[in-house]
């Protein structure tokens, strides 16, 4: 065999090798979802309250610790204080939230969220911004680590799941300004 066509058929086998590889990789890549509870909320209207000054500047920080993560998603429920909690980062990332409700009851919004997440396509990144008993379940549900309800005082964890076929889920824990 010639020499040059040799070195020619395998730098063709490379390029084809890593072009299918890459392809592979993309469509593993899965998906990033970052969960957080809905900030600090005011004691008024009783029903929906809206977001109190600390939760509001909650929501600034919240989008300000995001600004370099390109958010694809951003999902809440329908109360107020959730979607006050999303606002800044639906506006610096040019989305609107994807409602879902709660109104069938809390086992069924849980699951409906985590199968609002689980459709979004591969190597996206989605926010959930949710509710203390509804996060740590949401967490489970998209087979992240078991963990409690949030005390009505914790408004700073952030849960960052990594979802991607054939792997287990990783869950990471951290907070966010106190």
Known sequence: MNRSFAALSW???LLLF???????VKAQAGKTVILV????KA????GDPVLSEQGDERARKLSQMLIDTRIDHIITSQLARTI???????E???LSPEIVTVSSGIREHIQA????VRTR??????????????IPAIVGALGGSTLPDLKDENYSTVYILTIAPGIDTRTIVTHFIE
């Open 113 to 116: 969220v985590a199968e609002a």
């Open 37 to 40: 509870r809905h900030a600090e």
């Open 18 to 24: 890593m072009g299918f590889a890459a392809v592979s």
């Open 43 to 46: 004691a008024m209207p009783a």
């Open 11 to 13: 730098t063709t086998f």
């Open 92 to 94: 610096a990332a040019g």
């Open 121 to 134: 396509p591969d190597g996206d990144a989605v926010l959930v911004v949710g509710h203390s008993n509804t």
């Open 84 to 90: 006050l909690t999303a606002q800044y980062v639906a």
